[in-house]
């Protein structure tokens, strides 16, 4: 991280150390209280040259409680340039405390006493030639400021560090090429129906917002920038023009800025036309997440329609589309998703792909790819923090104006072959109007920076430096939208392209569904996903009544003939269009029914199809019978249909055999009645036979 180059101020205590006497006036502190705070906002001319007048201007202020007697300001310079960018680091975070040699004829004129909260301007003008740098370079410069209680004694109470590059002869002056990325990016909450889910955009484009700042920025030096826009954006902003809704609570309500929209987008193509343009995937997707939750297609569909989304708005052929994951940072698997939808680079960061060289290689690497290679650009860190650090005063921007100016200054320097460097602020980003403004006007004006579009870089031969690949850190993944997330964002997908499968012309339905839900995937919903999860309900609302008039009305009982037979189903299609659907039954058991395969058909807008089922049942109860519909490729949807089958024929069988037992029954009865009728007579003829034995014998 970039430390803010710090006011220093030496302490009364160790003043006393140094054996310097403290003015009667000033209240002794901390070792690090500050009497007097010097703040430095004008310095002319950023590149100086032999002959001319440097101009120092800024401000003493006294933040102690007691007066500050005698204060003048006078300016020290490094007796050598700065080595490299490390001595740059080490001069902005105060741990470099070399003063420098004291410039003669530097001294302002003396204030007799700085009141305690009191601030009074400075200024400092000397020849250039006074300064005598001995070589060309990046210097240090400090201005301080010292106190005379009268008795010739001053100390020192205050003092600023700033750097001012010096190269005499331009034409020797060392150059580096500068990418510096625009992007023009806002969190499209827009739900299916094209309701603008707040005011943020509409704010962001209005006189005063993020947007108009950025863009107004810019647009007088629109050839130094490579413009990066999310057709997202673009497209609302362009829907908006002739009207827009905005959902309040839970109500819609008419939005209030069309105009403010059509003028944004007026002066976007008109800044644009001639400068160096890129497009951002659609909605700036969060890439990691979405190949993890097994989305891989939305990360390359965002970035194959980017630049003919963003072409058709503005009005201008854009070509190429800038891949830009969230951080910069990402996972084997999403790098190469990111390679193979081959971008015409993608953003990295510094702290993933680094190099292990003494020097700032050029920002553009070749990544090695499965379809091939793409071309990683890798913003230097410390110049992309310098280009949104937030300002609070003049002061604070010039001083980091020029330590960006000396940075590119002293890259430059470090090698003789030629590089280009890039800087990027994040998709989201904002900063302070005048500090942009007049960075730009740098750009273009000092003799060590040379404007150039990133189309440019990236066509030229990559950089041969080897950049070593950081694995993907868990601190990363904490950041990504959440599974759960991602999940319902896959199952909106799902019911959407059963929507288009089902619905005969759907595109109309389906292509704002997907757009929506591309929306919602957005790495701008990592801080909040309020909004994405409302966008993605929106679209399961959507599917889900897009075919509730697709249904099955059969009901109840079926009995079949015999083992074998029809069973009828009637499906509604209560749609204005036609829609092609399947169907599934599912016997429970199964192995006690057997249907013919159903082939997809197609019922016409409000009409009601019979289809007859093949069907083979086993056993004599009735099969409890689920019908569902499905999409021509066989995935589910609606309320299944509860159906029973069963079959005559085993009915008639029973039948039979009842009757065939009867009549075995009568039989046998038959053949006992004729058995005991018989075994009666038999006994009847020996009774008698007995009684005749009786008589002859008496």
Known sequence: MRVRAPLLALAATALLAAGAVVPSGIALGATNSRPVDVSVDTLLPRAPLPGSMLVIGGAVANTSGSAVPGVTVRLRVGEQPLADRSALAQVADGTITSTGTIIDGSRSAAIPALAPGQSIPFTITVPVDSLRFPSPGVYQILVEAQSDPGDGNRLRVGLIRTFLPWFPDPATTPITGLVTLWPLTETTAVDADGVLLSEQIPRAVAPGGRLRFLLDAAAAHSYKVTWVIDPALVQTLDSMADGYRVRRGTTVVAGVRPDDATNWLDDLRRVTQRADVMALPYAVPDDVALVRGG????????????????????????????????????????????????????????????????????????????????????????????????????????????????????????????????MAPPPR????????????????????????????????????????????????????????????????????????????????????????????????????????????????????????????????????????????ISISNGLDTAVTVGLVLTAVPSVRLSTAPIAPFTIPAGATTLIEVSARVSGSDPVPLEVRLTSPTGDPFGIPAQLSVGSSAYSRAAAWVVGAAFAALVVLLAINAVRRIRSSRANARQVMRGDADSTITS
């Open 295 to 422: 989305l891989p297609g939305d990360v390359v569909r965002s970035i194959t329609t980017a630049a003919s989304d963003t072409s058709a708005v503005i009005g201008r052929t854009v070509s190429s589309t800038l891949a830009w994951p969230p951080t910069g940072w990402v996972d084997s698997a999403t790098l190469s998703t990111l390679t193979n939808a081959a971008p015409r680079g993608i953003v990295l960061s510094e702290r993933q792909v680094s190099a292990n060289v003494d020097f700032t290689p050029s920002g553009a690497v070749a990544i090695p790819g499965t379809a091939g290679s793409a071309t990683a650009v890798i913003p230097d860190d410390v110049l992309s923090e310098l280009l949104v650090a937030p300002h609070r005063t003049a002061g604070e921007s010039l001083l980091d104006r020029q330590r960006l100016l000396a940075e590119l200054a002293v890259i430059g320097e470090q090698i003789t072959d030629s590089r280009t460097v890039v």
């Open 429 to 568: 980003w904002t900063s302070t109007s005048a500090y942009l403004t007049e960075l730009l006007a740098d750009i273009g004006s000092v003799p060590w920076i040379r404007p150039v579009g990133l189309a440019t870089l990236l066509g030229g031969q990559p950089s041969s430096v080897q950049r070593t690949i950081a694995p993907y850190t868990r601190q990363q993944r904490s950041g990504e939208l959440s599974a759960a997330y991602i999940s319902r964002i896959r199952e909106a997908h799902r019911s959407t392209t059963l929507v288009g499968d089902v619905i005969a012309g759907s595109a109309a339905t389906t292509v704002p569904l997907l757009g929506a839900l591309a929306r919602a995937s957005s790495a701008a919903f990592r801080v909040d996903t309020i909004a994405g999860s409302q966008i993605i309900a929106g679209v399961r609302a959507r599917t889900s009544k897009a075919l509730t008039g697709v249904r099955i009305i059969s009901r109840g009982s079926v009995t079949l003939p015999g083992d074998t037979g029809i069973i009828p």
